[in-house]
């Protein structure tokens, strides 16, 4: 007989916490899982599921324009945001239902509440304590937004999906993922956006000509581009309208301004400094190679551990965590060519090195491009563009970077980084025959380099 309550105890069902005691509790490790807000997490309740949602529900103001090149007549369609908001909360509260059975029927034991760490072995849910052989923290991020004057008028993304009326004009702050995303949302929603940001340029640590084909290619679609800009002060006005102070001396009147200034590991309250767990500056937890905190008995995965904020990382470390502890296979999870995508309009779709990185890594590389109007714009009358990108390293004819903006480029990627990872050369992807019509044949057409 154990001396502890449970062999596992996690701390967080989101998308890492639940993967890791499910399969735990498969395995027949005794599992709880503590929460204190949703089951499913950021990626389920706040993030990738509702948000994609609502980027299938921004398209389609330009498909119905797409549509009258093709023939369809139609009145001008109308769209209620409350419908949207309200479907989509239905969604996820069955998403909710689903991760609940998963886990009961896995056998882990739910604890409703927000657990704090009260010793190496010690977990107290309220007012309660909970021992556990080992502890796994994955309380995921939480959206940061800078101390301005006049913060208490301005939303974060959790709080874009719940909006009470759909606001006509929009200002998101921030050109990360969040950022870039809900601008093309509000915008073909119909709000009249304006996207803010401190640099020169949107998305930063992407390809550069990715960066300024894209900023190119949403400002077409009329989202206003503000780049080295920053607020300096909210201010609510009488008609409820909202009055923001720019640095350089200008002002903007806006109805709604979303901060998408990044995420910070959510560790307030958790008791890490009472055990003495080690934390990066921002907060984030410290793990070696096995996801172990500074106090042998505690693991940490997911955003807290902010090595990489993506749902599929955080599923890839809960099962090389499990498997590592309770199998006899342990696994280290690969952070190479970690495929990404941006949903913004058109999407983005990258894996591997940008065309900077790769120039660095390697002493000559190739770069094969192209930069087209797809099939379907010919009728469509959209001007919107596609661009195509392959970064060849010279030496050993491996392809190192393949990034794509243009329609379905995340759906498209995904199959590219499977060619990436099993290492494929340029002659590889030149010997693969293309499917035509479609824009996804470029990445096996493009003959000559156009630099390098
Ligand atoms: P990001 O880190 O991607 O971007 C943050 C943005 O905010 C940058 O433009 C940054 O500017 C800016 N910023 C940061 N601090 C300030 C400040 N004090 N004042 C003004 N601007 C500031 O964060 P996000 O919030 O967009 O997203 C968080 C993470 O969530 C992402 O990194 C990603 O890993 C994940 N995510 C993934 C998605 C996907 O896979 N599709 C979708 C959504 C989120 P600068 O560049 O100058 O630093």
Known sequence: MSEFDFDLFVIGAGSGGVRAGRMAAAMGVRVAIAEDLHLGGTCVNVGCVPKKLFVYASHFAEEFGHATGFGWQHQQPQFDWQTLRD?????IERLNEVYQNMLVNAGCELIHGRATLVGPHTVSVAGRQYSAERILIAVGGWPHIPDIPGREHVISSNEAFYLEQFPQRVVVVGSGYIGVEFAGIFKG???????????????????QEVREFTATEIAKKGVQLYPNTQIEAVTKQSDGSLLLQLANGEQLTTDLVMYATGRKPKVQGLGLEGLGIAQAPNGAIVVNDQFQTSVSSVYAIGDVIDRMQLTPVALAEGTAL?????GDNPQQVDYELIPTAVFCQPNIGTVGLTEEQARERYAKIEVYRSNFRAMKHTLSGSEERTLMKLLVDAESRRVVGVHMVGAEAGEIIQGIAIALKAGATKEVFDATIGIHPTSAEEFVTMREPVSN
């Not at 640099?199 to 930063?204: S, W």
């Not at 499990?322 to 309770?326: P, T």
């Open 189 to 207: 929603l119909g709000a009249e956006t304006r996207l803010i940001y401190r640099g020169e340029q949107i998305l930063r640590g992407f390809d």
């Open 322 to 326: 499990v498997k590592s502890l309770y």
């Open 87 to 91: 479907n989509k909360t239905r969604e």
